[in-house]
């Protein structure tokens, strides 16, 4: 749908009327993120409309759309199509007006950016209207050329800056000097209800087992993740390598980012004489099953990530997790209590940490589940994460009644 037709629908079924804000009105939010089609960022904009509208704000999201719109749809928020992915000086230009069009139509309140390319429009749009405005660094991006820091900058222009872990927060106040003033930190949250292993039964593990071609009595290995070098399917191969098991099955479960890369990790498991002990799956859609299939759960990224979602969804779920000793990982896993951290590019470490958690008795596995979702349920659930970010909100307004709340400490663990 043109972007036009769909800002017209919007207004018309909405019965919206040009203009500015208006005493008594629920708050109006726009989110901008550059798609729906999959991933961390598009979850949490999907769960944080829903709690929006569950508070009675009217909630849009701006993006250049996707599968996951189906879902925006189920919560009441509404959702406008703009090539918002693009990176072109010229389209953001355009993406620029078309959203000062749909903040003075809408009504909109404040504009939340979530991503650099749309960032910029959006940032460009909320001056111009004279709107709050809202970031979100989702990662501590790379600086290393001087174009690259200032393309990230825009990032750093919110009236309030959210950063999703305390490593990317140290990054945003290092790098760019946002002050504790501006800066807030706001981990991301799981749904605890859809992750979580009583509610998920046996015919839908089993389901999956089958269709994975899942060996009876075979461990199971899994590394959640898209299929690119950095989230460490090369080291996991080699660790498996190390252990010298056949006894094993491992998933590397998600999907291709650079064409050639799967060629890679097939020959890779060829040339290691591991053919047969490795499936990869670029498509599931039922992840809590795919968890409950698990018997370990690994992030090998060998880069820090911001947060690591897998790694908060698989402890959410009771896996015995293990992930590389550096970015937001250090944050969700307590080492020896609820996971393990190993040495990032260092498959010998992870093979060790493997072992261990294979070696677990099943009293050790329950307890350790205890742990790691009594953390979870602690400080990164999707409900915390979202009233956290309507805090952030109201502080911008409606000064005169919120009450600054600082960023959450590092979460305590329930023995």
Same mark, same amino acid.
């Given at each position: 749908?043109?972007?036009?037709?769909?800002?017209?629908?919007?207004?018309?079924?909405?019965?919206?009327?040009?203009?500015?804000?208006?005493?008594?009105?629920?708050?109006?939010?726009?989110?901008?993120?550059?798609?729906?089609?999959?991933?961390?960022?598009?979850?949490?904009?999907?769960?944080?409309?829903?709690?929006?509208?569950?508070?009675?704000?009217?909630?849009?999201?701006?993006?250049?759309?996707?599968?996951?719109?189906?879902?925006?749809?189920?919560?009441?928020?509404?959702?406008?199509?703009?090539?918002?992915?693009?990176?072109?000086?010229?389209?953001?230009?355009?993406?620029?007006?078309?959203?000062?069009?749909?903040?003075?139509?809408?009504?909109?309140?404040?504009?939340?950016?979530?991503?650099?390319?749309?960032?910029?429009?959006?940032?460009?749009?909320?001056?111009?209207?004279?709107?709050?405005?809202?970031?979100?660094?989702?990662?501590?991006?790379?600086?290393?050329?001087?174009?690259?820091?200032?393309?990230?900058?825009?990032?750093?222009?919110?009236?309030?800056?959210?950063?999703?872990?305390?490593?990317?927060?140290?990054?945003?106040?290092?790098?760019?000097?946002?002050?504790?003033?501006?800066?807030?930190?706001?981990?991301?949250?799981?749904?605890?209800?859809?992750?979580?292993?009583?509610?998920?039964?046996?015919?839908?593990?089993?389901?999956?087992?089958?269709?994975?071609?899942?060996?009876?009595?075979?461990?199971?290995?899994?590394?959640?993740?898209?299929?690119? &070098?950095?989230?460490? $399917? !090369?080291?996991?191969?080699?660790?498996? @390598?190390?252990?010298?098991? +056949? #006894?094993?099955?491992?998933? =590397?479960?998600?999907?291709?980012?650079?064409?050639?890369?799967?060629?890679?990790?097939?020959?890779?498991?060829?040339?290691?004489?591991?053919?047969?002990?490795?499936?990869?799956?670029?498509?599931?859609?039922?992840?809590?099953?795919?968890?409950?299939?698990?018997?370990?759960?690994?992030?090998?990224?060998?880069?820090?990530?911001?947060?690591?979602?897998?790694?908060?969804?698989?402890?959410?779920?009771?896996?015995?997790?293990?992930?590389?000793?550096?970015?937001?990982?250090?944050?969700?896993?307590?080492?020896?209590?609820?996971?393990?951290?190993?040495?990032? &590019?260092?498959?010998? $470490? !992870?093979?060790?940490?493997?072992?261990? @958690?294979?070696?677990?008795? +099943? #009293?050790?596995?329950?307890? =350790?589940?205890?742990?790691?979702?009594?953390?979870?349920?602690?400080?990164?659930?999707?409900?915390?994460?979202?009233?956290?970010?309507?805090?952030?909100?109201?502080?911008?307004?409606?000064?005169?009644?919120?009450?600054?709340?600082?960023?959450?400490?590092?979460?305590?663990?329930?023995?």
């Amino acid at each position: 749908m043109r972007s036009d037709d769909n800002i017209a629908s919007i207004l018309k079924e909405g019965g919206l009327k040009e203009g500015g804000p208006k005493q008594g009105r629920p708050p109006a939010v726009l989110q901008v993120v550059p798609s729906l089609v999959s991933g961390g960022v598009e979850r949490g904009t999907i769960d944080l409309a829903g709690a929006l509208v569950a508070a009675g704000w009217t909630a849009y999201v701006a993006s250049a759309g996707g599968p996951m719109e189906r879902e925006l749809a189920r919560t009441g928020a509404q959702h406008i199509t703009l090539p918002l992915a693009s990176k072109n000086p010229l389209v953001i230009r355009r993406n620029r007006a078309a959203l000062v069009d749909v903040i003075r139509r809408c009504r909109i309140d404040l504009v939340h950016a979530r991503s650099r390319a749309p960032a910029w429009s959006a940032w460009l749009a909320a001056r111009a209207a004279g709107r709050r405005f809202v970031t979100t660094f989702h990662n501590a991006y790379p600086i290393d050329m001087p174009l690259k820091h200032r393309y990230n900058a825009v990032m750093a222009r919110g009236e309030r800056v959210i950063a999703i872990s305390h490593f990317v927060a140290e990054h945003v106040a290092e790098t760019y000097g946002v002050g504790a003033d501006r800066l807030r930190t706001i981990p991301r949250g799981v749904d605890l209800a859809r992750f979580d292993p009583r509610r998920v039964r046996g015919e839908r593990v089993a389901e999956l087992a089958v269709s994975w071609r899942v060996p009876d009595g075979f461990a199971v290995i899994m590394l959640p993740g898209r299929l690119t &070098r950095w989230k460490g $399917a !090369l080291d996991l191969i080699e660790a498996i @390598a190390r252990l010298g098991r +056949r #006894d094993l099955c491992c998933l =590397l479960v998600g999907a291709e980012q650079r064409p050639g890369f799967r060629r890679e990790l097939e020959a890779t498991i060829e040339r290691l004489g591991l053919v047969g002990m490795f499936r990869i799956i670029e498509d599931c859609r039922d992840m809590p099953a795919a968890y409950v299939l698990a018997d370990v759960v690994v992030s090998a990224s060998t880069d820090p990530e911001g947060f690591g979602r897998v790694i908060v969804e698989a402890q959410a779920m009771g896996r015995p997790v293990i992930a590389t000793d550096h970015g937001g990982a250090r944050e969700t896993i307590v080492p020896g209590i609820t996971g393990w951290l190993v040495p990032p &590019r260092d498959p010998a $470490a !992870l093979a060790a940490a493997i072992g261990e @958690a294979l070696a677990l008795d +099943r #009293d050790a596995q329950m307890a =350790l589940a205890r742990r790691a979702r009594a953390q979870v349920a602690a400080g990164y659930t999707r409900e915390l994460m979202c009233a956290r970010t309507i805090d952030v909100y109201e502080e911008l307004l409606f000064p005169e009644s919120s009450v600054t709340a600082a960023g959450p400490e590092r979460v305590a663990v329930v023995a």
